[in-house]
């Protein structure tokens, strides 16, 4: 139920918005750019190769501007493309001119990691829209990368990954590339003829980064998608079956043992089939299903350093059954992060676009049932035994160009759990230069009545006599699941934001209950409001070393519902880009910031927290000054908030990063995070964490990786007053992985992963898990 407080706050905007003109009845215009895509008989051998008839038919264009660094200049090279349609796939030629082609920057690589190498390729909103748009780009190599651009949230995902065809040569005068994208993997409208947005791309690395395009980009429009050109014709075209059948087998052998000495092991055998099926009903609508899915995840995350720091580590989703139309459920607000979904038995998803309707469903089982426990200064995540029972459903409608409002519903639900969440949102862009955006969502939840013991510090989850910073057997997360039958809140967002060719600004507004929820999302902050605003001013040097320079700023302050002040902060900023392919940024935070609760058995704030006032300074680089080096490096040094002792401390962090291609299919990719914690008593912790991955990629299709993830922290425990951590703690991660992939879901893995702790009881590193797998899947082209 909508609050009467928050409906007269929402009225006005929402009047405000219907009672707006709706115009523009497409985004891409024929002013940007044009071309008559036709559609010929016959088939193409993706080989590098222009030779076949079709493509004197084609229809042609050529890269003549510059759109970055340059402001829609002249292109400093030429680049020819060629583009026609058969009736089930749109095929694409590139011959990309250079002078000097022994500079050419390309790499044997895994699938979307060849930025920063030279590219071309195209961008498509076929709905022509500017809502979601596809890009597909080639390196000289033949290497592909995909993505979605989400107009909406301001996003950009390279995780879902489409089944098409690509191949590149190496020439005297530059490379050539074709391309063949199946329209099975585009959603459109089924018209006889179509009317996309379209933009042909080349990037051209060298001391700067040049972007090259088919027609000239507006800086000081802040909408990308409505700067497309239009591309009309493709007539005829169909998706044929459009059906994809996945069948898939993992089987691997897993042991683990206690971290004791002399523990025995227990090793479990397993053979996993599964099957995955994808059948595009009509163009613009897609039903994906699985049966006993194979959601293993072959390669690591990368490593965390989990340290002085009361908040849940986020893992972004790379599964890609959820992958596939993910953007069709996204809002402003994070309310669908499936990597809560963690082993479930079956999976069902439509996802459709009709005109300007947009709908999406998602459902699922999990075999357990895990979710964040959000407060507002800490969360964690808990874990129900029990089977949970998962949907999403998304609703969007478009009023043309500048006018979206949507709606989402996610529930989970197990045996003495339930957690239903309501949204609807608002995005409205009147002008180039203005967005407003507006989100309500509300929930419902009932959790087992004997969840909070899972969080408890004592047997019987009473608070202890006498304690003090939260070593009282209650904390935070306990008193967030202490409930009795359901309870439910509320959470609203308001932005404007304003964008031209130099200046910006926004102002937010963000307000979560005290019992909000959203555990098929990833919310883990609750019980606090937040006002920021900020903005900044952006120069285009045309000569020296920088080609953009921007100077920023922000202010925030935060309350929790009761009204105590939780955190205030301002935040100034400096942002050059230049030669060598670098970017830099640096700034200062100066903030005021409560610490831990001095009675955990209590969430109130005023008289229960301590205000610490810290200034921080911070810096971030990185730069590519040849073909094979790129090297970063991120640094912060300044006051920081002890939250274990509750006191004031000096933090360093130092992050070095190196990318070293050392040939064109060997590869290096070393990082390191060096942080430490000085109190009034000296160094409180030191913690490094080392992420070492070798690759050497045979050719386009298979390669093998080695990885090492190291974790060493000390601390002085004389130092800590409230608690008695390890004095050492190491953890060693390793995995050698042969991978074959004919295609994102045609592939075939095989491995081995270990791991290895160390702390004060066992104080060498020991190995207490190691695993053999192996994975296969084909997918069926029907």
Known sequence: MIKPAVKRRLLPLVLFFSASSVFYAQAGETTQFNIQI??????VEIDGEFNETQWQQAAAATLAFETSPGENIAA???TDVKIFATQSSLYLSYHAKDPNPEQIRANLSDRDSVWGDDLVGIKLDTFNDARLAYQFFVNAYGVQMDSIENELTGSESDAWDGIWYSAAKRTDTGYQVEIELPLRLLNFDNKDKQTWGIEFIRFYPRNEEHRLSSHQIDRNNNCTLCQLGVATGLANIEQGNDLQITPSLVLNRTGNRPHEENSEWDN?????????????????????????????????????????????????????FFLDNKDYFDTQLNLLHTRNIGAPDYGLKLTSKLGDHTFATLITDDTNTNFLVPGNLSSDVASIDQKSHNFAGRY???????????????????????????????KYQPSDHDTFIAQYVVSDTKYPTDLFKEF???????????????????????????????????????KYQYDSRNWDAFAQYISIGEDFRADLGFVDQVDFNKFVTGGGYTWYPTSGFFNEVRLSGDWDISHNQAGDKLEQEAEARVQ????????????????????????????????????????MGWFYGNIKPTRTLFMEVDVNYGDDIDFANDQLGTRVKFNPGVNWKITDSIEMDLSHVYRTLDVDEGRLFTANLSDLRLSWYIDIHNFIRISSVYTDIERDTSLYKYSTPNAQYQQLGNEVLYGYKLNPQSVFYLGYSDGLKADDEVDSLMKTEETYFMKISYAWLL
Request: charged content about 20%.
């Open 456 to 494: 408890c510090n004592t047997d019987d989850c009473l608070p202890k006599q006498n304690c003090d910073l939260n070593d009282c057997g209650v904390n935070e997360r306990v008193l967030r699941t202490q409930k009795n039958g359901s309870f439910s809140d509320d959470m609203y967002l308001l």
């Open 76 to 78: 400093p090279v030429k």
């Open 396 to 426: 969007r409608f478009d009023f043309g160009k500048p006018l979206s409002i949507g709606a989402l519903v996610t529930a989970k639900k197990s045996d003495d759990y339930h957690n239903y969440v309501s949204s609807v949102d608002v």
């Open 268 to 320: 479990d055998n397993n053979i996993e089939p599964s099957l995955d099926l994808r059948w595009g009903i009509t163009p613009s609508t897609l039903l994906s299903a699985t049966l006993n899915p194979d959601f293993s995840q072959v390669e690591a995350d990368a490593g965390q350093l989990d340290i002085n720091s009361t908040f849940a580590l986020f893992y972004p989703e790379k599964r890609a």
């Open 38 to 43: 036709p559609t010929i008989e016959g088939q």
């Open 576 to 615: 050059v880009n230049g030669q060598w392919q670098s970017y830099a940024t640096f700034g200062v935070v100066h903030r005021d910031r409560v610490g831990r609760r001095h009675n955990g058995a209590s969430l109130v704030i005023a008289g229960n927290t301590q205000m610490f006032t810290e200034t």
